[in-house]
Structures are given as structure tokens and as C-alpha cells.
């Protein structure tokens, strides 16, 4: 009994095809780069738009600055990554537009060792938001003003939001913190 | 960072220093390089309320450039919520704006709601919505009595303690914790709220709005509080969004956005309130968004008290399977926090934990426009300015 709310809407996600064109957005972004769009979803009322990672910029000054857009308001930069991907990074962009009380989901698939574009000159808010991109990831930005570690301190090793990094550090981690920083007691 | 001297340091040292004057025929090597004074404050600063800390240069008193420094109470948590179920998650909420605990559950469980697709009985809206305003008052009450007493006023502090205390009294009689609460469960509450409870919350709505005029008494026109805010750490409205701030602060700019109204979650959308939105972008305003949010709150407190008297008994809890196991896909869920948007990104790959969650904390992204807010102010404005955030450093680090 108690599932049957669950089944429900997911029947009635899979069942119905969505038209997507009658998003604007994804209307918008066809009209100007008709081969960026690699994917599209619609889940739980969110549309998701998987770009090439090329055209990320463009496609967001694209949002931005549209009459019929407006999304002037960057949500957050997230990382996600998983690792049995050929892809294994994931970087999503929630974009919010202030006048239309819309939101917008975009994604770019990257590579071990592949840069993204950085968004700071389209929002600034991107600063911080890319900065524990890359303190919890290791995703680096192309042209971001200032990549540094932000949460974390400036000579931590490794990326802690990884799907390899283990819940409590790395073994030998801590034993080593302890004799690096307490090297004093120890002599005593 | 040296520069040549601009002609404005001249004439300055031509009307004297403490430490002399340029006199008439004085030598004076103009290629002479001027530094910053580069000055740390905090992390254990009284008035970074927690554990922020600023990096500033000066020139004189005057702010030049500013650093904002944290990570200090970095606790892990979206590493935490991969290896914990859905419902474990639930108390870290918690910890994160620890000032308003209910408004954070309320983000994480709506989140989790929307994935599953779990509809939530109608009473236990209303009483979410009841705990969450109340948090929001609780939220601004310590806002303003700490703001006024880095800015100088005492009498406020102990003033808004008062009528806190008796909003906490009212999150033990309901939940059993004052600060830490946990109420909320997915699909609902943990209980329903007890006798007395109603009532109890009835007198304080009605003590409150003449509460509220005692803190005008004290700062609403009073000429120290209005030299210490008016003009104070300005930000236009498309600067403050270009940087990512929101709630109440942007608000204080003229931004007429509020989540509960733009995009209505729970029963927000049945109930009547006004957004409360000035457009001094200064401080003062800031102060004025959010002393009026009380006041529209407890407004919105009342309207539920009404309907929960309406409408007795009933579920509070949709039937949530134990072993909670969530469709494969990705939800983002906003919601109206104390602070301004607080969004919850969870990932699943069907298993019973969330495959990765993502934390949007509003006092996080509201810190970036603070060196924009303090360049050209004094070192005694910098304070006002972190009061007029309203940072929680628990949720800026998470």
C-alpha cells in the first residue's frame, strides 16, 4: 500500500512522451547552437539539458541575456562523480531566473583529466561555487579568477567528495597529521 | 600591494598627520610607494558571530580589499549523508543553521518527499509550516539582538532573548529539544503536536507584535542606530544577484523575490502574507526586511494556529516504507529559509542511500558579496556588514 504513490508517478513520468520543444529554453538554445544539446530529461516536473562541453559558456550568456530567459540568478556548481563511468565527472549548473520564477538544470560531462569553462564572467557568484568544486573534486576551470581550496585547508591531499576517497580520510592519514603537528609531545 | 601616491594622500599630508606636516618647499619624492596594511580579524572575533575570518587591507581605516576565510567548522557533511540513510540524515540537518534547525529539516524532507513522490497528509503541512515560521522568528530575533549588540545597543539583546526563550519553550513542549528540534520525519512529522500547545503559541502571537515596538522604541528612529546603518555596506540589486545573494538581504535591495511566494511549497500558497521587500540596500533596510518578516510570520503563525484549531486530529505521517528506497534520478528542492534559499540537490541510484547530496547553504553564498558590501567603509562598518548577512557559520561550512 504504502508504495503505491511512488509507482504512480513513476509510471506516469515513463509513460508520457515529453515534447521538449516546448521549453523555451531548449528552443532557444536549438534556434543559436543546434549541435550543442547532448541530452534531455524531465524528472519530477525539473528539466535537465546535458550540453557539450564546448558551448557551455555561450549557452549560458545565451540564458542569461534572452528577453524570454532571464536567468540571472546561479543557483550553485556541483560536482558529481562516478567512477565506472568513461566520462566519470558530472558538473551541474542550476540556473534560477528571478523574474520568471524558473529554474533550469544544465550538465556537462567531463573526463579525468578534462577542464570546463569557468561561468564567472556570466555570474560572479561562480567564484566560490567552482572553488569547492575543485577543493571537494579536483574538477579544474578554465580562466577561473582564483582556483584555490576554499572549505578545506590549503595543504589537504586529495579530493574528499570522491567515490574513492574513504569516509575517514585516507589509511596512514591521521598518523601522520599527528606526528607532523604534535612532533613536539612526541619527543617528550 | 604598493601603489604611487595619488594626489588625494598629498593633500592630506599637506593639512598634517600626527606625525608631521609637508610643509611649503618640502622635497616630496612622489615615486615614495604607499602599502596596505593587511589586518586579520577573526577567527575568534566576537562579532564574526562563529568562526569567520576576514583578511584586510587597509589604507588608513579605510577598506581597500577584503578576504573572506573559511572552512574553520567544516564538518563533511555531504560525505556523511553517502553512507547514511534517508533518515539518518535527517538530525545533520539540524546542524547546519542550527539557529532555525525546522527550516533545514523542512528543505532536506521536501527534497527527499519530491523524489519518492510521497504526498504528505495536510495536517502535518500546516504544522510544518507552523514550527517553520516560528523558527524564522526565533532566527531573526538572535539576528537582531546580536546585530545591535555588535553595533552598540545591549538593551535589545536582552530584550529579544525574552521573547526567544519563549519561542524555544515552545520547540521543547512540541519536539522535546529547544535548539535541535529533529521534528521533521519524510512524509511528515514525529508527532503531533501536543495539548496546550495551540494556545500556548496563540499567547505568544499575540504578546509579540507589541514586543516588536519595544525594539522600535529602541532602534526603529534612534540617531546612533540610524548613523551606524543608513548608507552603510550598500549593494545594488543586480550586483547582489550577479553574486549569489538571496533572501532577506537581497531583499533590502529591492528584489521582490521570496521562494514561499515565487514558487510555493507546502500550504504556503493558501496562506496570506506579505513579501516584505525596501529598496535602501543599505543596512537599514536589511534591518527593516527582516523586522517586518517577523511581523508577516507571526501573521502566518496565527493563520495555522486557526486552521490546526479547525481541523483536530488527523495523520501527521504518510506511510513511508522502513527499508526507503527512492526512484533512480535527481531532484533539486528550494526552499525559503531564514536566511535566504536554502536547496537540497540529491542524486539516487535507487539504493537506500543518496548517491551524492548537494547543500545549497544560503550564508554561503550570501558571504561572497560582502567584500563588495565593505570596500571604501570603515573597519567599524565591517561588523554592521556581517551582522546585515546574517551569517551562520554552520552552514556556510557545513
Known sequence: ?188 | MAKKIESKVIDVLKRGTPFGRLEEGDVFNENLKIEDVWINMGPQHPSTHGVLRLVLALQGERIVDMEVVIGYLHRGTEKLAEFRTYHQFIPLTDRLDYLASPAMNFGYVLAVEKLAGIEVPIRAEYIRVLMAELARISSHLLWLATHALDIGAMTVFLYCFREREMILDLFEMATGGRLITTYYRIGGVANDLPDYFLDRCEEFCEIFPKRVEDYDALLYSNRIWLSRTVNIAKISAEKGLALGLSGPSIRGSGVNWDLRRSNPYSVYDKLDFEVAVFDGCDVYARYLVRRKEMLESCKIVKQCIEWLKKNPGGEVQAKVPKVFKPPVGEVYQAVEAPKGELGFYIVSDGSQRPYRLKIRAPSFANLMSLPEMCKGHLVADVVAAIGSIDVVLGEVDR
Open chain 1, 1 to 188: 500500500m504504502a508504495e503505491e504513490p511512488i509507482k504512480d508517478r513513476e509510471k506516469a513520468d515513463s509513460e508520457v512522451p515529453i515534447d521538449f520543444s516546448k521549453f523555451v529554453e531548449v528552443r532557444k538554445i536549438k534556434e543559436k547552437y543546434p549541435e550543442a544539446i547532448v541530452d534531455l530529461k524531465y524528472f519530477r516536473d525539473e528539466l535537465t539539458i546535458v550540453l557539450k562541453k564546448e558551448y557551455l559558456l555561450n549557452v549560458c550568456f545565451l540564458l542569461r541575456d534572452d528577453p524570454e530567459t532571464k536567468y540571472n540568478f546561479l543557483t550553485e556548481v556541483i560536482g558529481v562523480h562516478y567512477p565506472n563511468r568513461e566520462k566519470p565527472f558530472e558538473v551541474v549548473y542550476h540556473l534560477y531566473s528571478v523574474e520568471y520564477a524558473r529554474r533550469v538544470r544544465l550538465k556537462v560531462m567531463l573526463g579525468e583529466d578534462e577542464e570546463v569553462e569557468s561561468v564567472y564572467p556570466v555570474w560572479p557568484s561562480a567564484n566560490w561555487y567552482e572553488r569547492e568544486c575543485f577543493d571537494m573534486f579536483g574538477i579544474r576551470f578554465t580562466n577561473h579568477p582564483d582556483l584555490r581550496r576554499i572549505l578545506l585547508p590549503e595543504d589537504w591531499e586529495g579530493y574528499p567528495l570522491r567515490k574513492d576517497y574513504p569516509l575517514e580520510g585516507p589509511p596512514g592519514y591521521r598518523e601522520k597529521w599527528l606526528k607532523e603537528h604534535l612532533s613536539l609531545y612526541n619527543k617528550l
